[in-house]
Every structure is written in structure tokens, then in C-alpha cells.
């Protein structure tokens, strides 16, 4: 697979823009698609690009990385991640916004034991009510964006995504909201965007962009 030839889309007015990578029985990996990535949108060479995994709170890899270079012209920072499901690998990064990417493959019925870990009762409500025949596209619609949630959060001491309920595939256009927040994630929490991104085969993909002046753990 030539990453040159990768799709890249911006997020409409947020300065963020997402690499879709993929197609090849032998895909390129997480780790270099998400710095080619990076190089491309801030013009440095990829080789120059240093991520730290290591969450800055507790030392365990978690969350999207840190970009500790590149760096803005006035010095402010890059915010990036990436994830990979079935060959297809989602890279995004952007300046205004601490972000997430979560890609997860639609399964067949799952145990009933990890939607209630993964998902709020609303959400799964919500869930039983879409046509079968859609549901595993849907579930792993929602997965995907509270994956993405989560590594744009970052280090939160206990954060179980069951306690969080989204808006629900097919009733927000892509572009998904909280509507049932918690107190760790704090007071800006309404103006979090979840945006759906076009991915092919069997796989849902989804970018969490956090309000920069939240801040971001990890």
C-alpha cells in the first residue's frame, strides 16, 4: 500500500484532517501512517515526527499520543492519533483540538456482557430497535466513536464508557454528540464532536475532537 496515494479529508471548519489508509493484504502500520501523517500536515519530514505513548500521568500507554514535534510556528502543539482495524489504518491530526481515533469491525451479535460494558442502556434501547440487518454496522459505529472518545480523553482514573451515552448512528448525520455526560469529564463536555468517517468493507471509524480549552490528560 503507498500511503501517498491514501485518502485525506478535513473536518470541515476544525483544521483537522483524517488519512483513511488502507486496501492492501499488507497494510503499513499504525505507527507510520500516523507520522507520514503528521508530516504532510505540518511539512517536516516524517522522520523528524516524535510521539510519546507513555500517558504523561502514569506512565502507561494509553490515549492518543503526545506529539512532542512538530510544534506550531508560535510553538503551540500538534494534536494526533491513529487506529487500524481489517488493513484499513485512520490517521488524523490538527492543531485546535485534542482528538481521538477509534476504528472497530462489525461483528455478529456480541455477548450481551460487552454491550453492557461498552454501551449506556440508552444506547443499547436505542440499539434494539434498529432493523437486524443494520444492527452490527451500527453497534460498531457507536464503539468506535466512545474508542475515540476515550483516547481523546486520555487519563481519567475510572471512566467506564457504559456511563456515557452518544447520539445514535442514522439520527445525527455523522457528527454525534454526549447527551449523558459524567462529572469526569467536566463542564465543556456539550461542545464535544464525534464525526463518523467513511471507511471501507465491514469497519466503522470515528474521530473524537475535544474543546481545546478542556485540556487533555494524555
Known amino acids: 500500500m503507498d500511503i501517498a496515494s491514501a485518502d485525506v479529508v478535513e473536518i470541515d471548519d476544525t483544521g483537522v484532517r483524517v488519512m483513511v489508509a488502507g486496501g492492501a493484504r499488507r497494510g503499513a502500520g499504525v505507527e507510520s501512517v500516523l507520522r507520514a501523517h503528521l508530516a504532510g500536515s505540518s511539512g517536516v519530514p516524517a522522520d523528524d515526527v516524535e510521539l510519546v505513548h507513555a500517558c504523561p500521568v502514569c506512565g502507561v500507554r494509553h490515549g492518543s499520543p503526545v506529539v512532542r ?95 456515557i451515552a452518544l447520539s445514535l448512528p442514522g439520527d445525527d448525520h455523522g457528527d454525534a454528540r454526549i447527551v449523558r455526560s459524567v462529572p469526569e469529564l467536566g463542564s465543556g463536555w456539550e461542545d464535544v464532536r464525534i464525526v463518523d468517517v467513511a471507511v471501507p468493507g465491514r469497519l466503522a471509524a470515528s474521530v473524537a475532537l475535544l474543546p481545546r480549552r478542556s485540556g487533555r490528560a494524555a
Open 69 to 163: 514535534y512538530p510544534t506550531t510556528a508560535s510553538g503551540g502543539p500538534w494534536f494526533a492519533d491513529a487506529a487500524t482495524g481489517a488493513g484499513v489504518v485512520v490517521a488524523a491530526a490538527g492543531t485546535r483540538h485534542p482528538l481521538g481515533v477509534g476504528v472497530e469491525a462489525a461483528t455478529p451479535e456480541p455477548a450481551p456482557a460487552l454491550d453492557a460494558a461498552a454501551l449506556h442502556p440508552m444506547e443499547r434501547a436505542r440499539l434494539d430497535e434498529v432493523d437486524p440487518s443494520a444492527r452490527a454496522l451500527v453497534r460498531a459505529q457507536l464503539w468506535a466513536r466512545k474508542s475515540a472518545l476515550l483516547r481523546a480523553v486520555g487519563h481519567l482514573e475510572v471512566l467506564e464508557p457504559s456511563r
